[in-house]
């Protein structure tokens, strides 16, 4: 019952975001065309992953030309999976003619000459975006790539929107789109599950991309607010799918919802109107979507079955605690602790800087600016940045220092601003 409840909650975000811009074209582009590209795909095979996406952009410049002229379909989703079906056997028929009878003399086997017409059955979109999802988080290309493909096959974003998302430009986007694919193809990769042996090591690495997925949103450099929301409403979708497969409803599957649960309930805290970051003790809490933080507990319960812990488990931890309005002693020892234990499984730069900061508000800044130099991350604004935090109010000439070495180093005109206002405050 609360997953059903967790689906409404996230439908109405998409909702939200969807009142913004009222063409239904766009709006079923971006959930029918991941559906439609794994379905085909997984009855074409990588091997003709590009004549899927053709049949289902062709499919939805059908719909701008016939709905233009004669008006929206009582069912428009249906009149969708119907054009390309008949496109999909369209291109299977063309197919079996050329290899039979115009190119026999290349005596090309092709599988998909044999293929049965594809299934677009509600029941198969689910299982072929699944194994999708598998597919593409191959070892075999790098993280960037599978993210970059996830955004395309499985998530519906044009290749604008991935260039942005990774500021980078559409020519650059399309070559590793490119050859992601070629790899996939080269690799012979196969669309469907694991084997059941394989499908936990394979699942960890189907959780990083959504993981990153997740972040490539939440902590985004992009100036497009409604596309960083994008990115993590996605994400969340795509880990939704995993736990409410039984193959895939793994405590660590859980960890990873919870925890993007926690952090999206604070989404709109984050930025002030005029795009601005806001740092976490300045936040409106008024703004924190409670619906999503109890949510975020509800998969946090449901992952501790087991005996395992991973790295979701306790960033999301840590998340929850962040959730929790009142600034107490316990709140902060209690972060402390788990990016203790974090820093012990998966140590990052990101990890140290965040467990300094919950180590100044649990035991005092002078410990916190001990611990923070032996970092010695000179080529971190956030380091910088960091220490001028710790240093307002003890020593202010460092702090401003600090201050001014983050200025230096940041790259986007929010920290910018932000940092400046800083250093201001600690001249006047």
Known sequence: MFGSQHKSCLQNLEEGRTLHNNELIPHLFRTEYRKIVSALCKGFGF?????????????????????????????????????????????????????????????????????????????????????????ICHPSI???????????????????????????????????????????REEIIAIEFPAASEIEKRLDTVLTTVYLLFNEGYYSTSQNPTLRKDLCLEAIRLCTMLIEHERTDTPAANALLALMCFHASRFD?????????????????????????TRGGYYLNRSAKGNTISKYHLEA???????????????????????????????SPVVALNRTYALSKARGKREAITEAEKLQL???????????????????????????????????????????????????
């Not at 220092?401 to 600690?426: C, G, I, P, Y």
């Open 269 to 293: 805290a984050r930025t002030s109107q005029n795009g601005e970051l806001v740092v976490y003790r300045d936040q409106d809490t008024s703004l924190w979507n409670n619906d999503l933080i």
């Open 317 to 347: 931890g840590i998340a929850y605690w962040h959730t929790q309005k009142e600034d107490t002693k316990e709140k902060w020892e209690n972060i402390l602790q788990l990016h203790n234990t974090l820093l012990q499984i998966a140590y």
């Open 142 to 184: 790098s993280p960037e790539s599978q993210i970059g493909l996830a955004l395309r096959i499985l998530c519906g974003f044009g290749i604008d929107e991935i260039a942005d998302a990774f500021l980078t430009s559409r020519e650059t986007t399309n070559k590793r789109l490119y050859r992601a694919k070629e790899k996939l």
């Open 47 to 135: 091997e003709h992953i590009e004549a899927a996406e053709d049949i289902a952009s062709e499919t939805f410049l059908a719909a701008a030309q016939t709905w233009g002229l004669k008006g929206i379909p009582d069912n428009p989703t249906a009149w969708l999976y119907k054009v390309a079906k008949n496109k999909a056997r369209n291109f299977l028929s063309r197919d079996f003619i050329f290899d039979t009878k115009i190119a026999p003399e290349l005596q090309r086997d092709s599988s998909i000459a044999q293929a049965e017409e594809p299934d677009l059955s509600p029941e198969n979109f689910v299982d072929s975006q699944l194994q999708m999802m598998f597919a």
């Open 378 to 428: 000179i080529d971190n604004q956030f380091y910088f940045a960091l220490l001028g935090d710790l240093y307002t109010d003890i020593d202010n000439e460092k702090a401003k220092q600090n201050f001014e070495k983050a200025l230096s180093l940041a790259k986007t005109d929010s920290d910018k601003n932000q940092l400046m206002k800083r250093v201001q405050q600690l001249k006047r």
